[in-house]
């Protein structure tokens, strides 16, 4: 890795590609991205559908593998982890929210919240002062026994949030967070990760068309079809709850 100087690095990729090879025409997904993301950002990869947001995403946090380069989190080389390390190691260092929310439907919102920390084997007082936090930080004090299916979609996403936030994570890949909800339900939402992001100095990498989102992020980097044409950084103290 050749960014030793950089205390705060969080992903560092070189020559990143991934490229699908099923049709007549290979696909490059992604296309010899060169990222750097530190500490504390709040970042946006945004550009046309099929420029590669969400696969980039999945290879930042070891859910797919690159056809070729490098992605580091901390240091750690990803490709030398076998498959259960890697899982292990996304477990404590990776939080994950996806567009279908991806909760557990036969677990109430606090099982789904408590379920990556009963992976990691914390304590039981641990996992419940956790819980509370986090349902009373989403909004969701009352939801907490309700499953799923009695939750609205804008609900459900903020559960997902609090699973994903639940494990401590080094840092948060949300993809398309907001995708589906409402301005006060999406505001909401924001205004709680912008929050933590100023609060607790967390990491949150998004993969989004809402201009809400992009609006918030203080580095906004465009793919075009799979690489980076455009990597802007704003205002430090852009990102206000």
Known sequence: MKDDNHKNCVI??????????????????????????????????????????????????????????????????????????????????????????????????????????????????ERKDRIEQLLKETGLEDQGDKKPSELSGGQQQRVAVARALASKPQFVLADEPTANLDSKTAGNLLDMMAKLNKDEGMTFIFSTHDQRVIDRARRVITLVDGAISNDEVRDTNKVTT
């Open 12 to 125: 560092h990729t070189e020559e990143l590609s991934k490229i699908y090879d099923e049709g007549a025409v290979p696909v490059k997904a992604v296309n010899n991205v060169h990222l750097h993301i530190e500490k504390g950002e709040f970042t946006a990869l945004v550009g046309p559908s099929g420029s590669g947001k969400t696969t980039l995403l999945n290879l930042l946090g070891g859910l797919d593998t690159p056809t070729s380069g490098k992605v580091w989190i901390h240091g750690k080389d990803l490709s030398t982890l076998s498959k259960n390390k890697l899982i292990d190691f996304r477990l404590h260092n990776i939080g994950f929210v996806f567009q279908a929310y991806n909760l557990i439907p036969v677990l109430t919102a606090r099982e789904n919240i408590e379920f990556v920390m009963l992976l990691q084997k914390e304590s039981k007082k």
